[in-house]
């Protein structure tokens, strides 16, 4: 069996900081992209980051200059460094991993509220 753990999330005033952690863990061949979503109350859900295997990495404008994902492949783990809050960034994130053999799987999501 293979899931993700996400841990990281909390309360923050506008301005701080936090960072996400998503641990993959059972038997896992391999993972291709990492990604962080987040989904805000009545609206979808959308991508903020991503980073390859090879270590590319793309992100959502509205977060560029702010977040910054990173990957640990010996850990199987992803982060999403989060600075300069705002309270828009107030959502459920979750982490995404394409794993051989399993395709795409979800963490369980974890909740940022930033306050103002």
């Known amino acids: 069996q293979v899931q993700l753990v996400e841990s990281g999330g909390g309360l923050v005033q506008a301005g701080g900081s936090l960072r996400l952690s998503c641990a993959a863990s059972?038997?896992?061949?391999?993972?291709?992209?990492m990604s962080w979503y987040r989904q805000a109350p009545g609206k979808q859900r959308e991508l903020v980051a991503r980073?390859?295997?090879?270590?590319?990495?793309n992100y959502a404008d509205v977060v560029k200059g702010r977040f910054t994902i990173s990957r640990d492949n010996a850990k199987n783990t992803v982060y999403l460094q989060m600075n300069s809050l705002k309270p828009e960034d107030t959502a459920i994130y979750y982490c995404?991993?394409?794993?051989?053999?399993?395709?795409?799987?979800w963490g369980q999501g974890t909740q940022v509220t930033v306050s103002s």
């Open positions: 995404n991993a394409d794993l051989h053999l399993y395709g795409a799987r």
């Open positions: 059972g038997s896992i061949f391999g993972i291709n992209a």
């Open positions: 980073i390859t295997s090879g270590g590319s990495t």
